[in-house]
């Protein structure tokens, strides 16, 4: 298990498309038809239960072959339980074949298949040189400066195109303001910067040192927000992320129990009276090698 269950990946979901900035995706499906591949490769890091493949395979416009790469095997099982039921949603037509789900959208064909992996300790499993493209989404902030620099290696090595989204850049608004906002903001940022795995985590720091590596080896980079913004009606999310906050700075700093139990009870009050809302810092990146 890695922490993230399906079902926060399905309540995020919702924000992150809503989030991305849709120019980039655009870049990336045009750089993607640049190279002309018949059948598009794609490899999905931290693919979760697939989120990022049911937003880039509609716009994508080709034929289209995907790994959905994960460590977690309860999110693996939950990729083509939740592709079928967006399929059926869409109403395309999909089959199921062993770890391979393959959805008929009209005039393209888009073939899923997931892949267990642990992208801290095994990345080199992964050739690069077998696809066209890597993209990935929440996943880059829990990385170390040292796992960005191979990963960068061999993207740069294989000219692949990147599209990284939703990384988080360490700014959090809640509105209105409440005087432990600073700790509670304090704490998580600490959090954030923690070993997940990879080594002490970049945090908000990664699409900078991303966009730094890729921009010396020639890369062309764009960086644009893509900001959640939780309204006053989003009260499942606005709980969730309270208590979330609660919960990450008392394991930073269990003596400030009285005041995050303070914090949690007046944010509570707020979100019932629909009087909170929430904003979150993301980045998108996009990198394109020199050729495109
Ligand atoms: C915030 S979730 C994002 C999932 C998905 N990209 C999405 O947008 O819904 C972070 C993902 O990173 C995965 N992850 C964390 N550590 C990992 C590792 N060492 N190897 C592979 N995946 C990992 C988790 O299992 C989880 O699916």
Redesign the pocket.
């Known amino acids: 298990m890695?922490g993230?269950s399906a079902d926060w990946?399905r309540l995020?979901?919702p924000f992150?498309a809503a989030a991305r900035d849709r120019e980039l995706t655009l870049g990336f499906a045009a750089a993607l038809k640049h190279r002309q591949p018949e059948q598009c490769r794609i490899i999905?890091l931290?693919?979760?239960?697939g989120?990022?493949f049911r937003v880039l395979a509609p716009l994508l416009n080709v034929d289209q072959d995907w790994l959905l790469?994960?460590?977690?095997p309860a999110?693996l099982n939950a990729q083509a339980e939740e592709i079928v039921h967006w399929s059926q949603r869409e109403t395309w037509r999909c089959e199921k074949l062993n770890q391979s789900i393959t959805v008929h959208a009209g005039m393209s064909t888009w073939r899923a298949h997931a892949w267990s992996?642990?992208?801290?300790q095994t990345l080199d499993q992964l050739d690069f040189t077998a696809c066209d493209a890597v993209t990935?989404?929440?996943?880059l902030d829990?990385v170390s400066a040292d796992w960005i620099e191979t990963f960068c290696q061999r993207l740069v090595r294989s000219q692949l195109p990147l599209l990284a989204t939703?990384t988080v850049d360490g700014r959090r608004v809640w509105t209105p303001g409440h005087p432990s906002d600073a700790l509670i903001e304090a704490a998580f940022r600490r959090h954030q910067t923690r070993n997940?795995?990879?080594g002490p985590a970049l945090g908000p720091l990664a699409t900078t040192q991303i966009a730094n590596r890729l921009s010396a080896a020639g890369y062309t980079v764009t960086t644009m927000s893509s900001d959640w913004h939780v309204g006053t009606m989003d009260r499942e999310m606005l709980r969730r992320m309270a208590e979330e906050s609660v919960a990450v700075a008392l394991e930073t700093d269990p003596s400030a129990a009285a005041l995050c139990d303070d914090w949690l009870a007046q944010r509570a009050t707020q979100i019932d009276a629909g009087a909170l809302t929430l904003n979150i810092g993301h980045i998108d990146l996009l990198a394109l090698p020199s050729a495109q």
């Open positions: 890695s993230f990946l995020r979901e992150d999905d931290a693919a979760g239960s989120a990022n790469v994960d460590c977690d999110l992996l642990d992208l801290a990935t989404t929440a996943f829990i939703l997940k795995g990879f």
